[in-house]
């Protein structure tokens, strides 16, 4: 899918937090996550629970939302596929884009997982 310019805008504007949903025996689990976006792609580094789901079932979906002072100013919604990336130099480069982005080291925390969404929607809303 080609997401729309605008959409790609917003997504890199700057370092707000993505909330990723993924699902876990029939449930949504919600958890907030950094993340960097390029060319249809998101990616994050996790572990423990959201990890899990995404190995289970690789549907996921995002939400980023700008707020100001508790005032929405845009949002997006994304659904897509996830896949879990077993590489440490592809992880090693992703948290050198991810943690610097939302101003911590490079190597700020180890032990997370890369994995990468593949867009399958996207929508948004400016307020």
């Excluded at 990616?43 to 700008?66: D, F, H, M, Y």
């Excluded at 997006?76 to 101003?103: F, H, M, Q, W």
């Amino acid at each position: 899918m080609t997401v729309d310019p605008e959409v790609e805008r917003l997504l890199t504007s700057e370092p707000v937090m993505a909330h990723l949903a993924t699902c876990s025996d029939g449930r949504p689990h919600v958890a907030p996550v950094w993340y960097d976006y390029a060319d249809g792609v998101v990616e994050i580094l996790t572990t423990g629970r959201k990890l899990a789901n995404i190995r289970e079932n690789p549907l996921v979906a995002l939400s980023v939302q700008k707020d100001e002072g508790g005032q929405a100013e845009w949002m997006v919604s994304l659904l897509g596929t996830a896949e879990v990336v077993e590489d440490e130099e592809a992880t090693r480069a992703a948290e050198s884009r991810i943690n610097p982005k939302y101003g911590a080291p490079p190597d700020a925390w180890t032990g997370n997982t890369l994995v990468r969404v593949e867009v399958g929607s996207a929508s948004s809303r400016t307020y």
